[in-house]
């Protein structure tokens, strides 16, 4: 079956991910903006970094036969310090109206700070301006910081905003947001990792209660924890639990291209050739 993974950092994955995933039949993927493993100190490292998942990774899925897209936002990791977003904002215009650029994203909450909060706003601004889709990531849960309550303060900004749900993903659910998420309209983003955190089993159950409308599943894949193969592996485990084929279909496939779909640079190509690494060049 063909998949679209929705949300994954290829950019620090391999060639060889690649290729897996295009064997296990990923043929879309879409790569939000993210936090790199140390926070930037320049706005010029941010320009330098989206031409990365906007043209680069392009370009090294497109060898593996996959069509990859990118969204372009300063990530909540990095919005706390409120003179360096604001400074990238100011130049980010050109990158978010990149003919790859799909949507506005990561953005949202790390921490739930004041600084968070207001360039978490001045994003969704921009986002109404440039009429875009919306990729919003929630905070996970630590001791200092709920996830439940930065889900529910996204939603109350978002309303208070006037964003569309319709056109918003709210990232990273759990059993205890998915209410929130399905309350929002908002499409709701389960990540599923290979330990610790949501895995395949608990997210079978979250479908179980909540259905497969208005879901999309992904892998957050990057250097951490995680595995780009997370969405073939889902299909599998669905299957073993009694799932139709069409049910996992519209899981991974059907609703991350209506989603996208809205989106007019979103044009997915489910038959680009993979490239046999021998016949090109660095
Ligand atoms: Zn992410």
Same mark, same amino acid.
């Given at each position: 079956?063909?998949?679209?993974?929705?949300?994954?950092? $290829?950019?620090?994955?391999?060639?060889?991910?690649? &290729?897996? $995933?295009?064997?296990?039949?990923?043929?879309?993927?879409?790569?939000?903006?993210?936090?790199?493993?140390?926070?930037? &100190?320049?706005?010029?490292?941010?320009?330098?970094?989206?031409?990365?998942?906007?043209?680069?990774? %392009?370009?090294?899925?497109? %060898?593996?036969?996959?069509?990859?897209?990118?969204?372009?936002?300063?990530?909540?990791?990095?919005?706390?310090?409120?003179?360096?977003?604001?400074?990238?904002?100011?130049?980010?215009?050109?990158?978010?109206?990149?003919?790859?650029?799909?949507?506005?994203?990561?953005?949202?909450?790390?921490?739930? +700070?004041?600084?968070?909060?207001?360039?978490?706003?001045?994003?969704?601004?921009?986002?109404?301006?440039?009429? $875009?889709?919306?990729?919003?990531?929630?905070?996970?849960?630590?001791?200092?910081?709920?996830?439940?309550?930065?889900? /529910?303060? +996204?939603?109350?900004?978002?309303?208070?905003?006037?964003?569309?749900?319709?056109?918003?993903?709210?990232?990273?659910?759990? /059993?205890? +947001?998915?209410?929130?998420?399905?309350?929002?309209?908002?499409?709701?983003?389960?990540?599923?990792?290979?330990?610790?955190?949501?895995?395949? &089993?608990?997210?079978?159950?979250?479908?179980?209660?909540?259905? +497969?409308?208005?879901?999309?599943?992904?892998?957050?894949?990057?250097?951490?924890?995680?595995?780009?193969?997370?969405?073939?592996?889902?299909?599998?485990? $669905?299957?073993?639990?009694?799932?139709?084929?069409? /049910?996992?279909?519209?899981?991974?496939?059907?609703?991350?291209?209506?989603?996208?779909?809205?989106?007019? %640079?979103?044009?997915?190509?489910?038959?680009?050739?993979?490239?046999?690494?021998?016949?090109?060049?660095?």
């Amino acid at each position: 079956m063909t998949i679209i993974e929705p949300h994954i950092h $290829m950019f620090s994955r391999t060639t060889d991910d690649y &290729r897996a $995933m295009y064997e296990a039949g990923i043929r879309v993927v879409v790569e939000p903006s993210f936090w790199l493993g140390a926070s930037r &100190r320049h706005a010029g490292s941010f320009f330098d970094y989206y031409p990365l998942i906007l043209d680069f990774e %392009r370009e090294r899925a497109r %060898r593996s036969g996959i069509d990859h897209y990118a969204c372009v936002s300063v990530n909540p990791k990095e919005a706390d310090d409120l003179g360096l977003a604001r400074e990238v904002l100011a130049g980010i215009r050109p990158y978010l109206q990149h003919e790859r650029c799909v949507a506005i994203g990561e953005i949202g909450f790390n921490r739930i +700070t004041r600084n968070e909060e207001e360039v978490f706003r001045e994003q969704l601004a921009l986002a109404q301006e440039l009429n $875009m889709l919306v990729l919003i990531h929630s905070p996970h849960d630590t001791p200092e910081v709920s996830k439940r309550k930065g889900v /529910e303060r +996204t939603i109350a900004i978002l309303r208070e905003m006037g964003i569309d749900p319709e056109r918003t993903i709210l990232d990273h659910n759990t /059993e205890q +947001t998915m209410d929130l998420a399905r309350d929002s309209g908002c499409w709701a983003g389960l990540t599923v990792y290979p330990y610790s955190k949501l895995n395949p &089993r608990r997210v079978v159950d979250i479908l179980r209660r909540w259905g +497969t409308e208005h879901t999309l599943v992904n892998s957050s894949a990057d250097w951490g924890v995680s595995d780009p193969l997370t969405l073939p592996k889902v299909a599998g485990y $669905m299957r073993d639990q009694g799932f139709e084929q069409e /049910e996992i279909e519209r899981l991974l496939f059907d609703n991350p291209r209506s989603f996208y779909g809205q989106e007019p %640079r979103f044009r997915p190509q489910y038959d680009l050739p993979f490239i046999d690494p021998a016949t090109y060049q660095r």
